[in-house]
C-alpha cells in the first residue's frame, strides 16, 4: 500500500524569501503526483501535477515541482513568495492501478510573514 | 468550470442523529469521493464511488456509509452521529481513471460538522 510523508508540519517564511516543501512517498507501482493548496475556510485547489513527461512542472503562480523516481519525492519549490501564498500544502499521490484514488499526505501550513 | 457543491457549510448535530451530507457536481464525472480532514492527519477517504450505485470503502468507512442513486450526487450518511466524527468533511470528483491514467479530484468547499 502507498503512503505518502509531508516531512513539515509548519513552515514559517519570510515574504520574497525562498520556499521547499518536501513531500515523499512510498509505492511499488506507477504513480502520478499532484500538489494541492487550500486556503482559509475553503475547499482544495490543483497546483500542479505530474502525470508523465517532464520531470519539472510548474503552476501559473510560480510554484514547482521535481518528480524524482530515484528518490521517491516531488518536492514543491517557490523562488519568492507572497503573503498571499500564506495557505495550506497537499500533497496527493495515485497509483497507476487505483482508478484515480489518492493519497493524501499530512499537509504543510505555509505561514508568510513581512 | 467544474463545479463541486456541498449542500452546507456548518452543521451543528447531537450525538445519536442521523446525519446526512450531500454533494452535487455538474461536470459528468464518473468518480465521487468523501474525505475527512482533521489537523495533522490531512485528508483520509472515507468512501469511494466510481458509478451511479457502485461503491467501495475507503481507509476509514466505519460509522458511515454513502448513497449514489444519480451521477452528479453522492450523499454521506452517518447513521448516528457521535463525538468523534465531528470534522471537516470534503467532497470530491474527477473523470474515471483507467489502468494507466490519472486525474485531478475538484474539490468542494468542504462541510464542517460538530457533533454535540
Known amino acids: 500500500a502507498q503512503s505518502v510523508t509531508q516531512l513539515d508540519s509548519q513552515v514559517p517564511v519570510f515574504e520574497e524569501a525562498p520556499v521547499e516543501l518536501r513531500c515523499n512517498y512510498s509505492s511499488s507501482v506507477s504513480v502520478y503526483l499532484f500538489w494541492y493548496v487550500q486556503y482559509p475556510n475553503q475547499g482544495l485547489q490543483l497546483l500542479l501535477k505530474y502525470l508523465s513527461g517532464s520531470t519539472l512542472v510548474e503552476s501559473i503562480n510560480g510554484f514547482e515541482a521535481e518528480f524524482n523516481k530515484s528518490q521517491t519525492s516531488f518536492h514543491l519549490r517557490k523562488p519568492s513568495v507572497h503573503i498571499s501564498d500564506t495557505a495550506e500544502y497537499f500533497c496527493?499521490?495515485?497509483?497507476?492501478?487505483?482508478?484515480?484514488?489518492?493519497?493524501f499526505g499530512a499537509g504543510t501550513q505555509v505561514v508568510v510573514t513581512p | 468550470d467544474v463545479k463541486v457543491t456541498q449542500s452546507s457549510r456548518y452543521l451543528v448535530k447531537r450525538t445519536g442523529e442521523k446525519v446526512f451530507l450531500e454533494c452535487v457536481q455538474d461536470m459528468d464525472h464518473e468518480n465521487m469521493f468523501w474525505y475527512r480532514q482533521d489537523p495533522g492527519l490531512g485528508l483520509r477517504l472515507i468512501y469511494f464511488s466510481y458509478d451511479v450505485k457502485m461503491k467501495e470503502k475507503g481507509d476509514i468507512p466505519e460509522g458511515y456509509s454513502v448513497s449514489r442513486e444519480k451521477k452528479e450526487r453522492f450523499s454521506l450518511i452517518l447513521e448516528s452521529a457521535s463525538t468523534n466524527q465531528t470534522s471537516m468533511y470534503l467532497c470530491a470528483s474527477s473523470p474515471l481513471a483507467n489502468m494507466g491514467t490519472s486525474y485531478e479530484q475538484y474539490f468542494g468547499p468542504g462541510t464542517r460538522l460538530t457533533v454535540t
Open positions: 496527493a499521490v495515485s497509483e497507476a492501478d487505483s482508478w484515480g484514488k489518492f493519497q
